[in-house]
């Protein structure tokens, strides 16, 4: 066996099919293209539809199948018209990444029920009624792949985590249980978890320049994560590579999380 064919065996997504929520910028946007590469056919969810569309034009000139649906993930109609409108371009999906998020992050005492609500609703509720759609499914299949974008805001509160931080210990959360239901069914659930990435999420923090180098000071390997960074982790949980690897939380964070 030649170490392109080990490896393909290893980690090749030909002929499966992607959803990935967020795909169009930042991290979500570098799984994507990842996953694509790889050989799955993608589809990626978000809203603005001059971001989807350049993404797309840049997957196909890659030469990989890919398409885009523009949804509003905040609420629950929004997210199950986004499903099926993912499904018609593909079929049933193999692999759900789950990256959509909002960042709002008003000090507690200012933290209102409206910020609360939709903190909740796009970072938590979104990923479970995707997850209620696909996953039986994926386990009836035999094999599925649910991965879940989180933060240190998971483990760890600092810079006001507020909702968002509890949103993401309770996606973390969600990916155990996920884990527990299909998981003896082929369909692996985990969770990939950033350090500070310069995305558009995490504008306020990336436009104060000495915030920047505390964080990057912070890590062992001296700097902070680019969206690239993700493409290794997420091929992996998306290939036959985790089949036993579920119910994880995998740090790529560059050891901020451990220093």
């Not at 199950?80 to 993912?86: D, K, M, S």
């Not at 200012?110 to 939709?118: A, F």
């Not at 997850?131 to 006001?160: C, D, L, N």
Request: hydrophobic residues 45%; charged residues 15%.
């Amino acid at each position: 066996m030649t170490s392109d064919s080990y490896l393909s065996g290893l980690f090749s997504l030909n002929g499966q099919v992607a959803v990935v929520t967020g795909g169009s910028s930042g991290i979500g946007r570098g799984i994507a293209g990842a996953l694509a590469r790889a050989g799955a056919s993608v589809v990626v969810v978000a809203r603005r539809e001059a971001e989807l569309t350049a993404t797309i034009e840049e997957l196909k000139a890659d030469g990989c199948r890919a398409a885009w649906v523009s949804a509003d993930l905040s609420t629950r109609d929004g997210v199950r018209a986004a499903a099926e409108e993912a499904v018609a371009a593909f079929g049933e999906p193999d692999i759900l990444v789950n990256s959509a998020g909002i960042n709002l992050r008003p000090p507690m005492s200012e933290l209102g029920e409206d910020v609360w609500d939709t903190t909740m609703a796009v970072n938590l509720e979104a990923p479970y009624l995707l997850g209620q759609r696909f996953g039986p499914k994926m386990a009836e299949r035999g094999f599925g792949r649910i991965i879940h974008i989180t933060s240190q805001q998971a483990h760890r509160a600092f810079v006001q985590s507020g909702a968002y931080g509890v949103s993401k210990g309770a996606l973390e959360s969600l990916a155990r249980s996920q884990a527990e239901a299909w998981s003896p069914y082929g369909v692996t659930c985990n969770t990939l978890v950033p350090g500070f990435v310069m995305t558009p999420l995490n504008t306020r923090l990336s436009a104060d320049p000495q915030q920047v180098a505390a964080l990057a000071a912070r890590t062992m390997v001296g700097r902070n994560g680019l969206a690239e960074d993700f493409a290794g982790a997420a091929v992996f949980l998306a290939s036959r590579a985790s089949a036993y690897v579920t119910g994880q939380a995998l740090f790529v964070d560059g050891g901020l999380s451990v220093h």
